[in-house]
C-alpha cells in the first residue's frame, strides 16, 4: 500500500513478540513502514521482524526499565531512523480476588501496563516531537467499566486513559498527536488463558452477548493501522464500544449486579483462586521478573 503515510516511516511497537502487537508490526509494515519491534523473548521478536516484509529490528527490552528504554530508542534511531508512530501496547495480567493478591504481583501488572506506558512515551517523544509524530496508547474496556477479580488490570487500564488525555494536551501544541484504542476481547494467549478460570470464564459467559465475542487480533490490528494512519484521537474496537463510554457511568451498577449474582456461588464452589500471570507474555514476563535480567 504505497500510499499509506506510514510508508518509508518508522513505527514502534512495544509488547511484539506474539498477539496484538504481533499482528500491528505485520499490519504496518504492510503499509511500507519500517517496524521496531520491542519486548521480552528476542528470538519471537526476531523472527516476528524477520517474517516482515520492510526493514525491521528487534530490541529486547522491559518497558519498565527507563534505562533500557533509552538504550532502545538510541538503537530504533540509528538503525531506522527517528519514529513518527509508537504504539505503547505491552501489557500483562492476572486475576483474583483483591483480599488475596499477591501484592507483588499486583503491582507488578500496573507497573507494565501503567507505568511502562509512560517509560515508552518518555523515551521515544524527543522523536515524536522531531517528527511531528503520532503516539497510540492501548487501552481497553476495563479502562470504560472496571470488572471483579481483575482489580489490578483494571486499575492500570483506567490509569493509561487520563495518562492518556494528559499528554496529548500537553504535546498537542508541539504537532504530536495522542490517540487511545479501546479493545474488547481478543483472540490472544491471555484471553485463552484467562477462559481457563471458572471464575474469569463465567463473569466474561454472563456479560451481554456483543460483549463478551471475541475478535482474531488481525482484525483489531487492521483497525488500529488505519487509525494510525489517520492520527485519530481515539478508535473503538469493535466500534461499539462507543456506546460504552458514552454510557459508562451505568457500567458499575450493571457490574455490581452481575458480581452479587455470581460471585457467592464461585466462591462456594472455590473458583476464586489467584491466577497469576495470563498467557504465554505475562509468564515471559514473570521469568524476566525472577532472573532480575
Known sequence: ??????????VVVTGAARGLGAALAHACARRGARIALLGHEKSRLDAVAADLPT??????????????????????RGRLGPPSV?????GIAEGGPFATSDPAEWRRV???NLTGSAHTARAFLPDLLRTAGYHLQIASLASLGAAPMMSAYCASKAGVEAFTHSLRAEVAHHGVAVGIAYLNWLDTDMIRDADRYAVLRELRAHMPAPARRT?????????????VERRRTAVYVPGWLRLAQVGRTTLPPLVLRLSRRELPRLEAEGAMAPTGPLGA?????????DTGA
Request: hydrophobic share 45%; glycine share 4%.
Open 1 to 10: 500500500m504505497t500510499d499509506s503515510p506510514l510508508q518509508n516511516r518508522t
Open 110 to 112: 500496573v507497573d507494565v
Open 55 to 76: 526493514p525491521a529490528c528487534a530490541v529486547e527490552a522491559d518497558v519498565t526499565d527507563p534505562a533500557a528504554l533509552d538504550d532502545a530508542a538510541g538503537e530504533v
Open 215 to 227: 475478535f482474531p487480533a488481525d482484525y483489531a490490528a487492521d483497525r488500529l493501522v488505519r487509525a
Open 281 to 289: 507474555g505475562g509468564r515471559a514476563d514473570r521469568a524476566v521478573e
Open 86 to 90: 509508537v504504539v505503547a501496547n505491552a
